[in-house]
């Protein structure tokens, strides 16, 4: 079974640039994660789609960040203007659906953004 | 609010050494908890998980037990090895929309 894939794996771009990061879940996995995982920090969740629908977008900074998950599978996540805090690695993840606590996620390798 | 607390790193055990990694959780109802671990280079993955209290989460060796009246979620390994090095994330969700992580305790593992 194919994992979650991410891409691009690295990125390096000045402050005030503009960064897109996709995923694609693995196969039927109706809800779909983006976290922000600061160095030495846990991931923090930016918003969680459930098929096309968010669930929960309570903390993006929608000032500058916005993501889309068009006909329910795969999502892009997007960063314009960039500021230094953002250098983070993004992680997409998927679970198969929503509600159930005990609902493992599974994660891509994540995206390393780093803002100069 | 739902929280997760876990002991700082570094943790740093010779190999065979046992290993304990403290996590503690506040939650309003009964969370579903979970241990990922993601070693270098790579994402998080699941390592054990348990949805109920008293329940004990084993994988690759390792071992976590809910324990309601303490709220704690502790993993331990009996005999670690250099492959065990990683960060450690305890995680728990209620069953709404948002897992909740630890902030990840690093272990390296010294042959």
């Known amino acids: 079974e194919a994992g979650v894939a991410q891409s691009p794996r690295y990125k390096i771009i000045e402050k005030r640039q503009s960064v897109a990061f996709w995923c694609n879940p693995i196969s039927g996995h109706a809800t779909l994660y983006w976290y922000q995982q600061i160095l030495g920090q846990g991931p923090k969740l930016l918003i969680q789609f459930q098929n096309n629908g968010v669930v929960d977008d309570s903390q993006l900074p929608k000032d500058r960040f916005s993501a889309e998950r068009l006909k329910g599978v795969d999502s892009t996540l997007k960063i314009q203007p960039a500021k230094l805090e953002d250098s983070a690695v993004y992680l997409c993840a998927s679970s198969p659906a929503q509600g159930a606590s005990g609902n493992t996620i599974y994660f891509g390798e994540g995206s390393w953004l780093t803002v100069v | 609010g739902n929280s997760v607390t876990q002991m700082e790193g570094p943790v740093t055990l010779s190999e065979e050494a046992f290993l304990t990694i403290n996590c503690t959780y506040t939650a309003t109802g009964y969370p579903s908890l979970f241990w990922y671990v993601q070693y270098p280079g790579e994402g998080l993955q699941l390592l054990l998980k348990?949805?109920?209290?008293?329940d004990k989460g084993s994988n690759k060796g390792f071992e976590a037990t809910y324990r309601k009246e303490t709220t704690s979620f502790h993993l331990e390994k009996g005999s670690v090895q250099v492959s065990d090095s990683a960060v450690y994330f305890c995680?728990?969700?209620?069953?709404?929309?948002?897992?909740?992580f630890g902030a990840g305790t690093r272990l390296f593992v010294k042959a």
């Open positions: 348990a949805t109920k209290a008293d």
């Open positions: 995680a728990q969700n209620t069953g709404g929309f948002k897992t909740i």
